[in-house]
């Protein structure tokens, strides 16, 4: 599709396409290149609290604090964990770690840890002056590898946790919020997040569907990587969802918006048949 998404499916798959001004369905293999295909301007989610699952570990380590079920804190530590973390298993050792230069980001990680699960970090600096949070216990590794097995990998096999996508719209944006602190970015022409995963880039696109922001997915041969461009009609929403007025990027991406809205740039693409019948 023109958003970069695929789907793969039988040849009788019904498909929803426009006709003459009708919209109905036809066979997959039926579909020709320049068909226009309705899309949901939002993704509908459940408000009803996604329950995790408890970890029984036992050992020597002082407990931690294991939540019940997904929140917005948790979802946003989760965010920053998907674009800068990483997880460790050696021998008797378990850590959940994340690295960054930005002090503010830093301090929030740490208030987000301290607050959802009760636990500090013990922080290494290395020559180049980033700082690397590991949070050194078993029995918290454990429990993020039975809830949120999609963040336990390396940059390429990284994907959205599935008890964040099922989340409430507000667990998802806090998510979102995170995520944007580590792989998103403010270029000239639009907002994006950056990944070396594909799988991840979906999500990402999926994750904005649901808070109503419309996007696409570039891959960048140059680079190895997938961007997920916000659409310009969404760049107000996005901006007022998701960048922190904290955040050193929030003036420019403010000011982007505010070019958006004096400059319309809507990407609702309407299929011959509506001039025809405006007519």
Not at 123 to 148: I, P
Not at 204 to 209: E, G, Q
Not at 243 to 263: G, K
Request: hydrophobic share 35%.
């Amino acid at each position: 599709f023109s958003n970069g998404r695929s789907v793969t499916v039988t040849p009788g798959h019904p498909i929803f396409v426009d006709g003459g001004g009708e919209v109905g369905t036809v066979d997959a293999a039926e579909i020709s290149a320049g068909d226009f295909v309705p899309a949901p301007r939002k993704l509908p989610n459940s408000a009803a609290p996604m329950p995790l699952a408890d970890e029984e570990h036992r050992g020597k380590e002082r407990d931690v604090d294991l939540p019940e079920e997904m929140s917005p804190k948790l979802a946003e530590v989760l965010g920053f964990l998907t674009a800068e973390g990483h997880s460790y298993s050696g021998g008797r050792t378990h850590e959940i770690g994340f690295s960054n230069q930005d002090e503010r980001l830093l301090d929030r990680m740490d208030t987000l840890m301290t607050r959802v699960f009760g636990m500090e970090s013990t922080d290494v600096t290395n020559a180049a002056g980033t700082v690397t949070q590991r949070w050194v216990s078993t029995k918290l590794y454990r429990w993020f590898e039975r809830n949120f097995p999609e963040v336990m990998h390396t940059a390429r096999e990284k994907r959205i946790p599935a008890a964040v996508l099922g989340a409430s719209e507000e667990s998802i944006r806090r998510f979102l919020v995170g995520a944007f602190a580590g792989d998103g970015g403010v270029e000239s022409e639009a907002m994006s997040y950056t990944t070396a995963s594909e799988g991840l880039a979906e999500d990402y696109a999926d994750a904005l569907s649901k808070i109503g922001v419309a996007s696409r997915i570039h891959y960048d041969i140059a680079e190895d990587s997938w961007k997920v461009y916000v659409m310009g009609d969404s760049t107000a929403r996005f901006v007022d969802a998701v960048l922190e007025p904290a955040d050193e990027r929030y003036d420019d991406a403010v000011a982007f918006a505010d070019r958006s809205v004096d400059t319309p740039r809507h990407h609702d693409v309407l299929p011959p048949s509506a001039a025809e019948e405006l007519r």
